[in-house]
């Protein structure tokens, strides 16, 4: 039930755009969004509810694709700030929690 | 500030003495939740509070006891800890449950020898 994030890490120069997705295989309601740094909490980037929506965050948006109950974080130009884990957390209708992918390490290089 | 506190930050350990970690927020959330880190397994949910005296396991409960007495505070318990609750722990809040993104706790880094 855990979702699967890929790639499990990646490697990018600052400027480079990266994409991370993230699969279940269980009907959602949301996908969440997350980015943690190395020592602290995981922060909330933003979440994606049943609609097929798209949301942005400065130059970090993602889209959510319920018929394939997939979901893809998009980082455009990165910056060295990106640099981090991020997860998503998975929502199914009627469930009392989310379910958190095992992350994605994201290293952005000068 | 809108937060999440939990204490302490670092706590060392040994088998079988019973400690607590402690978690608070400010926010009146409705939702809060538990959760253990380890290398490779991402986040578990150990347990969680959908209100006051409201609680259920999540996926990892074994050894771990919660309460939810008041709507701010959501203690995490652990009775006679042993070696392999070693790990990384975040309390986290949200308004209510589904649709709502999560607020994390700074996070509790436990040892047990």
């Known amino acids: 039930q855990q979702p699967v994030q890929s790639p499990q890490a990646v490697i990018l120069r600052e400027g480079e755009d990266a994409v991370i997705n993230c699969s279940s295989s269980k009907a959602l309601y949301s996908v969440h969004w997350y980015r943690q740094k190395h020592g602290e909490a995981p922060v909330f980037l933003m979440i994606l509810l049943k609609g097929g929506e798209q949301k942005g965050h400065e130059k970090i948006s993602a889209s959510f694709n319920e018929k394939k109950q997939q979901s893809s974080l998009y980082l455009t130009a990165s910056q060295l700030s990106y640099s981090g884990t991020y997860f998503c957390g998975t929502e199914a209708p009627g469930d009392d929690k989310i379910i958190f992918g095992k992350g994605t390490r994201l290293h952005i290089l000068p | 500030e809108a937060q999440v506190t939990q204490n302490p930050r670092y706590l060392i350990t040994v088998t079988g003495k019973k400690l607590t970690v402690t978690c608070s927020q400010n926010?009146?959330?409705?939702?809060m939740s538990w959760y253990r880190q380890d290398p490779g397994l991402g986040l578990r949910q150990i347990y969680y509070?959908?209100?006051?005296?409201?609680?259920d396991k999540g996926d990892v409960p074994e050894g771990y006891k919660v309460s939810r007495k008041e709507k701010r505070n959501f203690p995490l318990i652990l009775e006679s800890p042993s070696p392999n609750q070693t790990s990384l722990y975040f309390c986290a809040s949200s308004i209510r449950r589904g649709g709502y993104g999560y607020t994390f706790g700074s996070g509790t880094r436990l040892t047990v020898v």
């Open positions: 509070s959908m209100n006051v005296e409201v609680t």
């Open positions: 926010m009146n959330h409705e939702y």
